[in-house]
């Protein structure tokens, strides 16, 4: 099916996105390195535009507003929480939750989901949470308290209102083409402007950390695009899911690039993933 293709194509290139922003981050802050990553995007974005053009809609260009402000929200609780450690448990909450609920919105919405693609978006959400879990840093703080969870779960709803909100989008008034990832990518500039114009932020990206960072923008956003042509085409139930096997990519690439050891949990995740893969094709 074209839309499991898509939704799938659009976890893989968030996944190296995020590795990318991830690989930044290292050495930079994380609101500069998202504020540049949104910035480099535009050239891209605009030719994608032009490529794909259809008359913008007001109603299309509002939704993806609020997406955009909903995934920026996600991404600065995201960050904040994998900064007070126990990275284990706050990678798989987010990611599972930011599956979950569009699953939840889309069966709600009267989605007809077969038995075989069901079971598929369950092996999804499973394999999601196993792959998310990482070896633990040392000196690590393992600790995990209320506030901590409270963030992990917030970050989690952000991303899950980005991926409802867009797949809105993209059905407001019919062919909204990509006109709602614009819109999404410039409020989330505009918000992460204010955002670092209240405070001075040091951590500006520059050398290794802005090459990534030059990566980590244009996938992110193109991962977007991919997602919202998924939506477009099938149902939010198993495209958001789908689209949320991002962390597969991510493992794989600390593997072949930082060399990290994988834990044989996350083998399962990635065996449940391409399962997951399967059934929902079927």
């Given at each position: 099916?074209?839309y499991?293709?898509l939704a799938?194509?659009?976890?893989l290139?968030?996944?190296?996105?995020?590795?990318?922003?991830?690989k930044?981050?290292?050495?930079?802050?994380?609101?500069?390195?998202?504020?540049?990553?949104?910035?480099?995007?535009?050239?891209?974005?605009?030719?994608?535009?032009?490529?794909?053009y259809?008359?913008?809609?007001?109603a299309?260009?509002?939704?993806?507003?609020?997406?955009?402000?909903?995934?920026?929200?996600?991404?600065?609780?995201?960050?904040?929480?994998?900064s007070?450690g126990?990275?284990?448990?706050?990678?798989?909450?987010t990611?599972v939750?930011?599956?979950?609920?569009?699953?939840?919105v889309?069966?709600?919405?009267?989605?007809?989901?077969?038995?075989a693609?069901?079971?598929?978006v369950?092996?999804?959400?499973?394999?999601i949470?196993?792959?998310?879990?990482?070896?633990?840093?040392?000196g690590?703080?393992?600790?995990?308290?209320?506030p901590?969870?409270?963030?992990?779960v917030?970050?989690?709803?952000?991303?899950?209102?980005?991926?409802?909100?867009?797949?809105?989008?993209?059905?407001?008034?019919?062919?909204?083409?990509?006109w709602?990832v614009?819109?999404?990518q410039?409020?989330?500039?505009?918000?992460?402007?204010?955002?670092?114009?209240?405070r001075?932020?040091?951590?500006?990206?520059?050398?290794?950390?802005f090459?990534w960072?030059?990566?980590?923008?244009?996938?992110?956003?193109t991962?977007?695009?991919?997602?919202?042509?998924?939506?477009q085409h099938?149902?939010l139930?198993?495209?958001?899911p789908l689209?949320?096997?991002?962390?597969v990519?991510?493992?794989v690439?600390?593997?072949?690039?930082?060399?990290?050891?994988?834990?044989p949990?996350?083998?399962?995740g990635?065996g449940?993933?391409v399962?997951?893969?399967?059934?929902?094709?079927r």
């Amino acid at each position: 099916m074209l839309y499991a293709a898509l939704a799938a194509l659009s976890g893989l290139v968030w996944g190296i996105g995020d590795f990318a922003g991830g690989k930044a981050t290292q050495t930079a802050a994380a609101m500069p390195v998202t504020w540049v990553s949104k910035l480099v995007s535009l050239p891209l974005l605009g030719l994608y535009i032009v490529l794909t053009y259809v008359p913008p809609q007001a109603a299309s260009l509002t939704w993806g507003a609020l997406g955009g402000a909903a995934g920026l929200f996600g991404l600065i609780l995201f960050y904040r929480a994998l900064s007070s450690g126990a990275m284990t448990v706050v990678a798989p909450v987010t990611a599972v939750t930011s599956a979950a609920i569009p699953v939840a919105v889309g069966l709600a919405s009267g989605e007809d989901t077969r038995g075989a693609q069901l079971l598929g978006v369950i092996c999804a959400l499973v394999a999601i949470a196993l792959v998310s879990l990482s070896l633990s840093r040392p000196g690590e703080v393992r600790a995990v308290s209320v506030p901590l969870l409270i963030m992990a779960v917030g970050s989690g709803v952000g991303f899950a209102l980005f991926f409802v909100v867009l797949a809105r989008a993209g059905d407001a008034g019919g062919t909204a083409g990509l006109w709602p990832v614009a819109a999404s990518q410039l409020s989330a500039l505009v918000i992460a402007t204010a955002v670092l114009a209240m405070r001075r932020h040091d951590g500006w990206p520059h050398g290794v950390a802005f090459r990534w960072t030059l990566v980590a923008g244009p996938f992110d956003m193109t991962a977007n695009a991919l997602y919202l042509m998924a939506t477009q085409h099938g149902d939010l139930s198993i495209v958001a899911p789908l689209a949320a096997l991002y962390p597969v990519t991510t493992v794989v690439l600390a593997l072949l690039i930082d060399r990290e050891r994988m834990r044989p949990v996350q083998v399962i995740g990635l065996g449940m993933a391409v399962l997951a893969l399967v059934l929902v094709n079927r």
